[in-house]
């Protein structure tokens, strides 16, 4: 059994940062993506940023430049390092994992809330 676990939210002033940790463990075999997503009530659920295997970064244009995303190949383990949060940074932050055979794996959301 595939599973993700979250670690790393809370509440941060504006300005502030926070990093987020997910581990994947399980039966794993070849993982193609991994990657951070994100909902806040009352909207849909959005990519932040994603890393592959080799490392490519992808991010979504609300973060570019303030997040950034990485990734541990050997413990399967992906962070994202959050910079000058703001408070529509607050969300639910899901990690994702897609595996080279296709099948997506979902942790169980972290929240991050910034306020100050």
Excluded: H
């Excluded at 599973?3 to 997910?22: I, N």
């Excluded at 080799?54 to 244009?61: E, I, M, P």
Aim: charged share 15%; proline share 3%; hydrophobic share 35%.
């Amino acid at each position: 059994q595939v599973q993700l676990v979250e670690s790393g939210g809370g509440l941060v002033q504006p300005g502030g940062s926070l990093r987020l940790s997910c581990a994947a463990s399980g039966s794993i075999s070849s993982i193609y993506t991994m990657g951070w997503y994100r909902q806040a009530p009352g909207k849909q659920r959005e990519l932040v940023a994603l890393i592959t295997r080799g490392s490519s970064t992808n991010y979504a244009d609300s973060v570019a430049g303030r997040f950034t995303i990485s990734r541990d190949n050997a413990e399967n383990t992906v962070y994202l390092q959050m910079n000058n949060l703001k408070p529509e940074d607050t969300a639910v932050y899901y990690c994702n994992m897609v595996l080279i055979q296709g099948q997506r794996y979902w942790g169980q959301g972290t929240q991050v809330t910034v306020s100050s």
